[in-house]
C-alpha cells in the first residue's frame, strides 16, 4: 500500500445509533461550552479539558493543529443531536499509517452511556478500514484511573509508560500510559465493540 498523504485523515462525519461524529466548526462553541459545564470536567487536575472561557481558543488551537496536518478534530453529538463533547485523530503519521485517538471529554450526563463505545468502535473503523493505518494509540495521565480503564476495555494493549513525560497545567510532572491496538487485532476488537454495545445494560 502507498503512504497516504495528510489529509486522507481529515475529519469526517461519522454516524452510529448513539452518537455522531461531525467535523470540529467554530459554530459548536456554545454546545461546547454548555457539554463541559456538565460536571465542570475542567477541574480535574490529570486533565487537559478547556474551561468555558477558554473554549474558543480549544477549538482555533484543535484547527490550527488541522491545518498542519497532524490533528483531525471532532465534535461529538449524542443520539439526540446534542453536542457531548470532543475527540480527535492526533499525533497522525500518514508515512507510517498511525495515529492517536485522544483529547476526548464527554459531558458528564452522557459518561458511561454507550456513546463512548460506539463512538470509538467509529473512529476506529474508519482508521483501519478506510485510512489503513497499522496502529492507533491511545495516551492518558498514569493517575486518571477512569480512562485507563476506558481504554482497556476497548481492547487496548498497555505498550509502556513513559515517565516524566511532560508538564500538566499545574507544573506536575505527567507520567503517560501509552496503549495501542494493532491492526491484526481489529477483527476481534471490532466484535468485542459491537458486543458490548448490543448486550442488556
Same mark, same amino acid.
Given at each position: 500500500m ?7 485523515f481529515?475529519?469526517?462525519?461519522l454516524?452510529? /445509533?448513539?452518537v455522531?461524529?461531525?467535523p470540529?466548526?467554530?459554530s ?8 463541559? /459545564? ?8 490529570y ?9 474558543a ?6 484547527l ?5 496536518? !497532524? ?25 507510517? /499509517?498511525?495515529v ?17 463505545t460506539?463512538?470509538?468502535?467509529l $473512529?476506529?473503523?474508519h482508521?483501519f478500514?478506510?485510512l489503513?493505518c ?9 493517575f486518571?484511573?477512569? !480512562? /485507563?480503564r476506558?481504554?482497556?476495555r ?7 509508560? $513513559? ?8 507544573? !506536575? ?7 495501542s ?11 468485542h ?7 442488556p445494560?
Open positions: 502507498s503512504d497516504l498523504p495528510v489529509n486522507e481529515r475529519a469526517v462525519p454516524q452510529g /445509533r448513539h455522531q461524529l461531525l470540529l466548526h467554530p459548536h462553541h456554545d454546545g461546547l461550552v454548555e457539554a463541559v /459545564r456538565d460536571g465542570e470536567l475542567w477541574r480535574l487536575w486533565t487537559a479539558i478547556p474551561a468555558p472561557e477558554g473554549m481558543a480549544e477549538i482555533e488551537r484543535r490550527g493543529l488541522q491545518q498542519k496536518g !497532524s490533528m483531525a478534530p471532532f465534535t461529538v453529538l449524542d443520539a439526540d443531536g446534542k453536542i457531548a463533547g470532543m475527540t480527535t485523530y492526533m499525533n497522525i503519521d500518514s508515512t507510517q /499509517r498511525r492517536e485517538i485522544g483529547s476526548t471529554w464527554y459531558a458528564k450526563r452522557v459518561q458511561k452511556s454507550p456513546l463512548n460506539e463512538a470509538k468502535l $473512529l476506529l473503523g482508521a478500514e478506510t489503513g497499522i496502529a492507533v494509540e491511545f495516551r492518558t495521565h498514569f486518571n484511573q477512569a !480512562s /485507563r476506558a481504554i482497556e476497548l481492547g487496548a494493549k498497555l505498550d509502556g509508560i $513513559l515517565r516524566q513525560h511532560q508538564r500538566t497545567k499545574d507544573g !506536575s510532572l505527567r507520567d503517560t500510559c501509552v496503549y491496538i494493532i491492526a491484526p487485532e481489529w477483527p476481534t476488537v471490532k466484535m465493540l459491537q458486543w458490548q454495545l448490543e448486550k445494560r
